[in-house]
């Protein structure tokens, strides 16, 4: 058990950072043999709420915990970071037209790609989860040219699979291991395709054990794309724990080799796979070998799939135009 | 795969639960190869919130989440349980003596004896975590008499236990893994005693390795006993994850062998050890077979501890006096 894994976390005193943390320092994330350091960035204002959270990280004895830091700047934070899980954003507020969120959000991610890009390990994986989240990643891929790979950024969509995998299987009336091959298409956003014509219930088509496409098309769709709004209004709170859970998933599902007959769903750099421009940060399914990951290829979408994946892309394509230039 | 642990958990929408839910359901509790249902009590006027904590909970796909069950009656969430993680109760509010405090959950704590008594299986074993934990614990365990053995109930001191291996293990400069036979006897309250005498590091005797008896008896004892007050301090709100870290560590340490030169601290029902009366609920250090716990024998407590020991007993027993009408 040599091997220490260094994880940067951004919005680490926020709510989906609490949910987070302790599952990561359980050995959650990276299995029981391998070591982590936690490296936490917060605002300046939120570093001493940050501090008690390192004190109960502490007070849970975790037997894989190296160390935890903290810092208010990115370039503390991300230095020697083998993994940077950017989950820190500025909300949507009211009032707040779409490209203002874009943009302010835009700022924060410029200087955290030019952060990782100086001090992170060459090898970083970075995974984005912060709102917008396709377009942050994008900007922090950009900023990060020339020093990280392309193909080492990921933005979240996982929490969106595990939601649709979930109803799916209630549907069928099978557990949720039987619910093979669901991926989200496009952006983390209400556009978002979670593609369920390619999905295989206990190994069968999914269209031939679900027979309701009126339902698949219709009521199953708007629940995935609405889920979180769902959880606000019941909660009075957003979803942290299953977002911080989908992001325990990822960072596995990127680290493992994918189990035959599943995929990871999280939207990466686009190579031109089935017309998506290359380039763009879209969601797509992908398979991983344990050390890079692999789209998906030769999937036929349907008109109905064509049509939601080309309504999705267009929103991709205007949030990159809105921010093209904080891009170099 | 077939086994499912049938586990009731009281107080379930609260900071503590949301906290605790998703590491038992991830498999954290019982293994990755156990199944769970999760039947969740909590106060009709939180299920709304409730819903959307078991909303979050389908989001995740857990494969060994086998269901998620909610009621506000004891008697139905606690309907054929394997364990009962008794997590709610009412806090101490500002001009509340501490009697009034202990009959209030006493009130509770009597219902939900009862209502285990009469609906749990009758192996089902019970881990009280509301505060005042021991005295929760002890008239749940008094009404539950002839239906549940009294070997069965436990009150959490895991958290303290875990504060202390962190504390001694970073003023001796070791990983927390080499720090052992630390446990907490007692109360699980600011009488506490985090023994120290008989811990070892790295297998030595820790007074061998840590020789500063002053910071020992003094600043160390002061920190475990004061260490929840300095996280609300820094947090603005109570160590609730670190609080459900160790319910996992409570359950996984009572449910599997426990390692050479481990101890797992909890309130128990004293056989008369050391001295304690038969039947209190006292904090000791235990080992486990997987099955059953015993109380570790044969330690000889220094006139240090003999006074500590006494002190936390003796605000035992006047707790337990002042609730005696409510145990049958």
Same mark, same amino acid.
């Given at each position: 058990?040599?091997?220490?894994?260094?994880?940067?976390?951004?919005?680490?005193?926020?709510?989906?950072?609490?949910?987070?943390?302790?599952?990561?320092?359980?050995?959650?994330?990276?299995?029981?043999?391998?070591?982590?350091?936690?490296?936490?960035?917060?605002?300046?204002?939120?570093?001493?709420?940050?501090?008690?959270?390192?004190?109960?990280?502490?007070?849970?004895?975790?037997?894989?915990?190296?160390?935890?830091?903290?810092?208010?700047?990115?370039?503390?934070?991300?230095?020697?970071?083998?993994?940077?899980?950017?989950?820190?954003?500025?909300?949507?507020?009211?009032?707040?037209?779409?490209?203002?969120?874009?943009?302010?959000?835009?700022?924060?991610?410029?200087?955290?790609?030019?952060?990782? +890009?100086?001090?992170?390990?060459? !090898?970083? &994986?970075? $995974?984005?989860?912060?709102? @917008?989240?396709?377009?942050?990643?994008?900007? /922090?891929?950009?900023?990060?040219?020339?020093?990280?790979?392309?193909?080492?950024?990921?933005?979240?969509?996982?929490?969106?699979?595990?939601?649709?995998?979930?109803?799916?299987?209630?549907?069928?009336?099978?557990?949720?291991?039987?619910?093979?091959?669901?991926?989200?298409?496009?952006?983390?956003?209400?556009?978002?395709?979670?593609?369920?014509?390619?999905?295989?219930?206990?190994?069968?088509?999914?269209?031939?054990?679900?027979?309701?496409?009126?339902?698949?098309?219709?009521?199953?769709?708007?629940?995935?794309?609405?889920?979180?709004?769902?959880?606000?209004?019941?909660?009075?709170?957003?979803?942290?724990?299953?977002? +911080?859970?989908?992001?325990?998933? !990822?960072? &596995?599902? $990127?680290?493992?080799?994918? @189990?035959?007959?599943?995929?990871?769903?999280? /939207?990466?750099?686009?190579?031109?796979?089935?017309?998506?421009?290359?380039?763009?940060?879209?969601?797509?399914?992908?398979?991983?070998?344990?050390?890079?990951?692999?789209?998906?290829?030769?999937?036929?979408?349907?008109?109905?799939?064509?049509?939601?994946?080309?309504?999705?892309?267009?929103?991709?394509?205007?949030?990159?135009?809105?921010?093209?230039?904080?891009?170099?």
């Amino acid at each position: 058990m040599s091997q220490t894994i260094r994880v940067a976390i951004t919005g680490a005193a926020g709510q989906i950072g609490y949910a987070l943390l302790f599952r990561i320092a359980s050995g959650a994330m990276f299995g029981p043999a391998t070591r982590v350091h936690l490296s936490l960035l917060e605002l300046e204002a939120a570093l001493p709420a940050l501090e008690g959270v390192r004190m109960e990280l502490e007070d849970c004895a975790f037997p894989l915990l190296d160390g935890v830091s903290m810092a208010s700047d990115p370039m503390k934070a991300f230095e020697g970071a083998d993994w940077a899980l950017l989950v820190g954003s500025v909300p949507r507020k009211a009032g707040m037209e779409r490209n203002d969120l874009l943009r302010i959000n835009g700022g924060i991610f410029t200087a955290q790609g030019k952060a990782l +890009a100086a001090v992170a390990k060459k !090898t970083c &994986r970075v $995974l984005v989860v912060g709102n @917008p989240c396709n377009t942050n990643a994008l900007i /922090a891929m950009a900023n990060a040219k020339g020093s990280l790979p392309k193909e080492n950024f990921y933005a979240m969509t996982m929490l969106d699979q595990n939601r649709a995998i979930a109803q799916l299987a209630r549907k069928a009336g099978v557990p949720v291991s039987q619910v093979g091959r669901v991926a989200i298409w496009g952006n983390h956003s209400s556009t978002q395709y979670p593609n369920f014509y390619d999905a295989q219930i206990g190994g069968k088509p999914l269209p031939e054990v679900i027979r309701d496409e009126a339902w698949l098309q219709g009521e199953f769709l708007a629940t995935i794309q609405q889920r979180g709004a769902a959880i606000i209004k019941a909660r009075g709170a957003s979803s942290a724990a299953s977002a +911080a859970n989908a992001v325990v998933d !990822t960072v &596995r599902g $990127l680290t493992t080799p994918t @189990p035959a007959g599943a995929w990871v769903s999280a /939207a990466v750099c686009s190579d031109g796979s089935y017309g998506i421009p290359e380039g763009l940060m879209f969601g797509f399914p992908l398979t991983s070998d344990g050390k890079t990951h692999t789209i998906v290829k030769g999937l036929t979408p349907n008109e109905f799939s064509k049509g939601r994946i080309a309504a999705t892309l267009k929103e991709l394509v205007e949030e990159r135009d809105a921010v093209k230039d904080l891009m170099p």
